[in-house]
């Protein structure tokens, strides 16, 4: 029964790809906002490669025209250099609302702005979903939890959240997004949906953009020490970004409305974590002790058992697996094409 259901609004299709012998599948309009950054575009290439039209619509400001340019002259892509904070009309059936920094360096380098685009931009693109009926799937984050009370982190939990610290304008910007988001689905009877995304890594990962699996790739290749903060004893669960896109889609295509929890629940200290890419990339690679930043959560796990029950999704990549994929791109990026055939 969870395979086919018929949606009153305009995106009608049929749930996990599964199409009834002798029908197609109609092809879907999607705009993904963020879609030049490093989630989004991995999630365009899926869309695109199933047949739909993307829209993407980004400023630029952490993602690049690099992450998509490969779809340029692609009928059904189109990319518009677009603020979220302003107003937009667009036609779509679906609307995957990623656009937003992700890591901690970025949004705190204007948090003012951040929060604007969490908030404004959010429910720009909900009104965007209200008056032309498509379906809106928000990004939230497992920053929501803040530094958590309860582990591993389920659905349910309400968060610790300090309302005032230099992580708010992300965490509680989100909050209040996913609350808008909330509120347009009662009110307004919008369909929604809402991820809540664990640490993902992969390919096209800003290489300088300070979050922990970028930086420590970057610094054994660059043959410099890996900067571990605090005591290297606080714990992050890595997801690789192709089970994140998956589970993406298939809470877009589902019937549930979340929040559900989507990332990988292996869970590494970040010492271990450093011994990981010791392992994949430089073994001689040194470790250096840095001072924390403020209000970092102590761990961070999620229960992802809502989202297997409902879903049927859970991570196939262990960090093991994945991390290599991602050296694989940032060799390329950093010493250039010649080099990584070399070394
Ligand atoms: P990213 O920084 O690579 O991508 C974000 C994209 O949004 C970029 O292309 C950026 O240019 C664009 N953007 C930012 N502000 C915008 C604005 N005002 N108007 C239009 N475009 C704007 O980050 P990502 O890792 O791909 O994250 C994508 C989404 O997933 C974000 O909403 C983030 O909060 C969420 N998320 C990511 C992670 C993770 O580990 N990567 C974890 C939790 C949540
Ligand atoms: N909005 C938009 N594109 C649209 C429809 C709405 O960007 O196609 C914006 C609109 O400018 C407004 C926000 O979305 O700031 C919320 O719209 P809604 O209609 O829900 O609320 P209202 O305009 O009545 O405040
Ligand atoms: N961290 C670290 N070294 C770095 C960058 C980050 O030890 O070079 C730590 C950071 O203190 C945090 C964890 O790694 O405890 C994850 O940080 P990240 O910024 O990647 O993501 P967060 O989960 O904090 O948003």
């Not at 599948?25 to 993307?54: M, P, Y």
């Not at 992700?102 to 970025?106: K, M, N, Y």
């Not at 589902?254 to 869970?267: K, S």
């Given at each position: 029964?969870?395979?086919?259901?018929?949606?009153?609004?305009?995106?009608?299709?049929?749930?996990?790809?599964?199409?009834?012998?002798?029908?197609?599948?109609?092809?879907?309009?999607?705009?993904?906002?963020?879609?030049?950054?490093?989630?989004?575009?991995?999630?365009?290439?899926?869309?695109?490669?199933?047949?739909?039209?993307?829209?993407?619509?980004?400023?630029?400001?952490?993602?690049?025209?690099?992450?998509?340019?490969?779809?340029?002259?692609?009928?059904?892509?189109?990319?518009?250099?677009?603020?979220?904070?302003?107003?937009?009309?667009?036609?779509?059936?679906?609307?995957?609302?990623?656009?937003c920094p992700?890591?901690?360096?970025?949004y705190k380098y204007n948090p003012v702005k951040t929060i604007k685009t969490n908030?404004?931009?959010?429910?720009?693109?909900?009104?965007?979903?209200?008056?032309?009926?498509?379906?809106?799937?928000?990004?939230?984050?497992?920053?929501?939890?803040?530094?958590?009370?309860?582990?591993?982190?389920?659905?349910?939990?309400?968060?610790?959240?300090?309302?005032?610290?230099?992580?708010?304008c992300y965490?509680?910007g989100?909050?209040?997004?996913?609350?808008?988001?909330?509120?347009?689905?009662?009110?307004?009877?919008?369909?929604?949906?809402?991820?809540?995304?664990?640490?993902?890594?992969?390919?096209?990962?800003?290489?300088?953009?300070?979050?922990?699996?970028?930086?420590?790739?970057?610094?054994?290749?660059?043959?410099?020490?890996?900067?571990?903060?605090?005591?290297?004893?606080?714990?992050?669960?890595?997801?690789?970004?192709?089970?994140?896109?998956?589970?993406?889609?298939?809470?877009?295509?589902?019937?549930?409305?979340?929040?559900?929890?989507?990332?990988?629940?292996?869970?590494?200290?970040?010492?271990?974590?450093?011994?990981?890419?010791?392992?994949?990339?430089?073994?001689?690679?040194?470790?250096?002790?840095?001072?924390?930043?403020?209000?970092?959560?102590?761990?961070?796990?999620?229960?992802?058992?809502?989202?297997?029950?409902?879903?049927?999704?859970?991570?196939?990549?262990?960090?093991?697996?994945?991390?290599?994929?991602?050296?694989?791109?940032?060799?390329?990026?950093?010493?250039?094409?010649?080099?990584?055939?070399?070394?």
């Open positions: 029964a969870a395979h086919h259901r018929d949606l009153s609004g305009p995106a009608r299709h049929f749930v996990g790809g599964k199409v009834p012998l002798g029908l197609k599948r109609k092809a879907l309009r999607v705009l993904v906002t963020g879609g030049a950054g490093f989630v989004g575009s991995h999630l365009v290439d899926r869309l695109l490669e199933r047949g739909d039209s993307v829209i993407v619509v980004d400023n630029l400001f952490t993602g690049r025209k690099d992450n998509v340019v490969h779809h340029f002259g692609n009928p059904n892509f189109e990319m518009i250099r677009h603020d979220v904070v302003e107003p937009i009309l667009l036609e779509v059936d679906q609307i995957y609302h990623l656009a992700a890591s901690p360096v970025h908030v404004v931009g959010t429910l720009n693109m909900l009104g965007l979903a209200k008056r032309i009926n498509a379906r809106f799937l928000l990004t939230s984050t497992s920053e929501v939890y803040g530094d958590p009370l309860q582990h591993p982190q389920v659905e349910t939990y309400w968060g610790n959240v300090n309302p005032i610290g230099v992580r708010s965490d509680e989100k909050r209040t997004a996913e609350t808008l988001t909330m509120d347009y689905h009662r009110g307004a009877n919008l369909e929604v949906r809402i991820a809540r995304i664990f640490n993902t890594y992969g390919p096209r990962m800003c290489i300088d953009d300070g979050r922990v699996v970028s930086n420590f790739v970057a610094q054994a290749l660059r043959k410099e020490p890996l900067t571990v903060y605090g005591d290297g004893k606080q714990t992050r669960s890595f997801q690789y970004v192709s089970d994140l896109v998956e589970g993406l889609m298939k809470l877009m295509e589902g019937e549930h409305v979340g929040p559900f929890n989507l990332g990988n629940p292996g869970e590494f200290t970040m010492l271990e974590l450093a011994k990981v890419v010791q392992d994949t990339i430089d073994p001689n690679a040194r470790i250096e002790f840095r001072q924390n930043t403020q209000d970092d959560p102590h761990k961070r796990k999620p229960d992802i058992s809502r989202a297997k029950e409902l879903l049927g999704w859970e991570p196939k990549i262990p960090l093991r697996e994945g991390l290599p994929l991602m050296v694989t791109d940032f060799r390329k990026r950093i010493f250039g094409d010649q080099d990584s055939t070399t070394t």
